[in-house]
Each structure stands twice: as structure tokens, then as C-alpha cells.
């Protein structure tokens, strides 16, 4: 008997990951869900064969996720998926009911995986490109990332208002595009530019923008910092990756009026 | 008081970066900052050197700081660091002193 495959590269931060399901209707549930973010499949960084069962007890448990390294596979799970993943031969596996929120994390948390080596990292963060500059605005939740987002003037492109994704590349650091959205619940744009300021955000009384200690910078930073694996070679990484990334960038605390004009300190 | 022999942990990373020392467990994610004396401190911590004696060469020579002081201070940072796996700690010299992964900015 044979099956027909059908294919999906979901292209976030310039890397192509090709998801091979063989329902077609998962399929175009993965297409709307990523639309702007689908690729060509010709030449995709890693491959992922989905394999997708039934709702049952097992997949629909409260299990947090755990991520770990085991004979050269990294080895995901949650309680409503599992999957196995080769970085060296970019390949992997995922078992998940026909729902498009497990897949969504597993792409997050093979992100995370693949910017860690790099330099980068996915931050808890709302970013917006102004005047071809990039804009992060990190913070735990309820501290304004929905609000600026929602804020956006006309010449400000939303990257996403929830999860930002960052590149390390030879002059600096890039701000990407991510389907990853929050409360806005719209997807941003994919597109990137290079950053050039990452504010920590606090609602406040007035506008204000104020510097940030070192050490201070990099604690928020870490704190916001996406990161699931049980590694200690990859804490390390992420570590080196937060103090570089102080190290060349602004990092500043933006106290705001939740109104448009917080705009007008920005770009 | 019997001696006591400290020395950084390899499950750690380090950084100095705008003059200050920043340590993160590479187990459990802690992160701390250190002042000028923890990092004098964190720097003696060679496993061999009797943590009395890191003490009186590393802080007391160095810093504006009473003895007695120095001394209760420094026990109470090794402690909390060792709480974390970040610092080892022992009555007798560490045969293996780690280096600990530190990187200058």
C-alpha cells in the first residue's frame, strides 16, 4: 500500500524546517497557521516526520515539557507530544494529536536548540522595525508587550508581540519575524532587520527612558530568555550569548504611558 | 577552626563584564553578581589555598576591611555559593582544583 506524504517548510529566521505529514488536511492546517512563513521545501535546514494519533489520555496529560540530550538525539516531550530530533543528521520525529499548539512548541523549543549554538536566542519579547532598526521590548507578562504592540504607528513593522527571535550575524545582531504571537494574536511580519536597542519595559506614570547596570541587563535578559533544555553545555552557551549580547547592544529601560506617544521616544 | 579549601565549580560559567564578575550555575540556572571582594575571592579559589589565608592576601591586603569582618563575609558568600554547586568546598586541599569556565570581557 502506499501513502501519500505532504509537505510544509515553515521557514521562521531564515531557517527552512520541512514538516512531512501524511494527512493533507494537517497539512492545510499548518499553512494557515503559518502563513508568511512557508517556504520552499527544496532545501530545508532539518526534516521532521509528524506522526499524528488520536486524543487520548496519554497525549492530553499535564506533563511540563522536558528536553533533554540522549545518545546524540534530542529527545522532546509535553504532555501532549513527543519528539526525537538528530541535529547532525537533521532529522527528527514528532507524535502529537492533529493539533496545530504542539507542533508550535516543538518548533519554538528546536529554535531555541539551533539559535543557542549560534549565538542567538528566542526572547519573551514584542519587536518592531522603524526606519530599517529594530526594536525589542522585553518583559514578563503584563508588563506592556501587548500594549506597544497594539501602539504601532503606521511606519512601525510588527516582527511579533510575544516572542522575539534574535540572530547573531557577522555585524551584530538581526530581529526576525516569528508566527509565535501573543494576546494581539497576530502573526508578525517576516521579515528582519538589525537591532538596535532592546528596552525593558515597565508601565508607568510617564514616559521615560532610562540606562540599565550591566549585570542587571544581563539578569533580565536571561530571565526572558526562552530556554528548556536540562544541558549544561547549553546554559553555557546561553550565558556566553546574553553577556555578548549586552556586551554590543543598548539595553534600556522604557518606563511608558500606555498611549501612542511612547512611540515618539522610539526610532 | 579547621581549615577550609575552596574551589569553582565546572558546572559553572563566568564573565567579567563591566567590572563586574557574574556567575551562572550550569545546573540549576542560578545567577549571581559579585562585588570586588567576592571576586577577589572567587579568583583565590584555587582548591590548595586555605580560604583564612585567600582571606588575609586576597581582601585584607586589598580592601578597607577589618579582619574579623572579612573573615565572617567570606564565610557566608562560600556558603552561599557552595549552597549552589557553584563553589566546592572542603576540609582538605582539592586534589583536582577546577579552573571554572571564566571568560574576560
Known sequence: MVTQSHEIAVEIGGMPILLRTQDGSFRDLLAKRYAGFVGSSSYPRFEFDVDLVPPSAEMESDEDVHVEMQEGEWRLRRGDFRAR??????????????????????????????????????????SAVRSGRAFLFSGVSGSGKTTISRLVPADVTLLTDEVSYVRRDTDGYRACGTPFAGELARLGENCSAPIRTLFLLEKGCENKIEPVATAEAVRSLLRNILFFAQDAELVRLIFRSACEFVECLPVQRLTFVPDERVWDMIG | MSERYIARSTAIAARLLGGEMMVMSAVDSTFFTLNEVATAI?????????????????????????????????EQFVDELSRHGILLVSDHPLNNPSSGLVESA
Request: charged share 25%.
Open chain 1, 85 to 126: 530530533w538528530d541535529p547532525r543528521a537533521g532529522r527528527g520525529r514528532i507524535r502529537q494529536s492533529a493539533n496545530p499548539y504542539s507542533i508550535d512548541s516543538v518548533l519554538r523549543i528546536v529554535h531555541t536548540l539551533i539559535l543557542a549554538r549560534e549565538g542567538g536566542f528566542l526572547l519573551h519579547a514584542a
Open chain 2, 42 to 74: 572567587w579568583r583565590a579559589a584555587d582548591g590548595y589555598t586555605p580560604l583564612s589565608e585567600i582571606v588575609a592576601r586576597s581582601v585584607c591586603s586589598e580592601f578597607d576591611v577589618e579582619p574579623e569582618v572579612a573573615r565572617r563575609d567570606a
